[in-house]
């Protein structure tokens, strides 16, 4: 949704460069405008009430996000759940690496960074034994800091 506002021009209504500039009210409107058409009908009438993109906007991250402490909960369990992260003998490579892409894209949502090369890294330490020679080619040759998770795939 903030791609598809900041496509259109009007991204700055919601969340304003300088918080003390005024807000065009044409901008706010469309701003408003695109939040209705983008977002579903059981949030729409939840948020029908709001006048202004930005509270609007607020009202939609609180739905979806919760609370600072719910977010921050949520990103530790999913952080755990990214530590613990193991690859099964009978899985298949890119099974495994679409659940940890899934579990760091949702991690990097609530707002905390997780860095490529961590996440290069604990991929390489969660493959199985059968994929030891590879890895240990990797970890002597590449250059981890710099690699993609794509390239180690």
């Known amino acids: 949704m903030r791609v598809f506002m900041q496509a259109h021009g009007v991204w700055d209504a919601v969340e304003p460069k300088d918080a003390n500039a005024a807000i065009e009210d044409k901008m706010d409107k469309r701003a408003l405008a695109i939040i209705y058409q983008v977002i579903g009908e059981?949030?729409?009438?939840?948020?029908?009430?709001?006048t202004t993109s930005k509270t609007a906007w607020e009202a939609i991250k609180m739905v979806h996000l919760g609370?600072?402490?719910?977010?921050?909960?949520?990103a530790q369990t999913l952080k755990?759940?990214?530590?613990s992260l193991v690859m099964k003998d009978t899985e298949q490579l890119d099974d495994f690496c679409m659940k940890m892409n899934?579990?760091?894209?949702?991690?990097r949502m609530l707002g905390e960074k997780v860095e490529e090369t961590y996440v290069v890294k604990k991929l390489l330490r969660a493959v199985p034994v059968k994929f030891l020679q590879i890895t240990s080619a990797i970890e002597q040759f590449g250059d981890l800091e710099k690699m993609s998770v794509e390239e180690v795939v």
């Open 42 to 50: 059981d949030l729409l009438i939840s948020i029908a009430g709001k």
């Open 67 to 74: 609370a600072d402490k719910v977010q921050k909960a949520k």
């Open 80 to 83: 755990a759940e990214f530590e």
């Open 102 to 107: 899934s579990l760091v894209t949702n991690i």
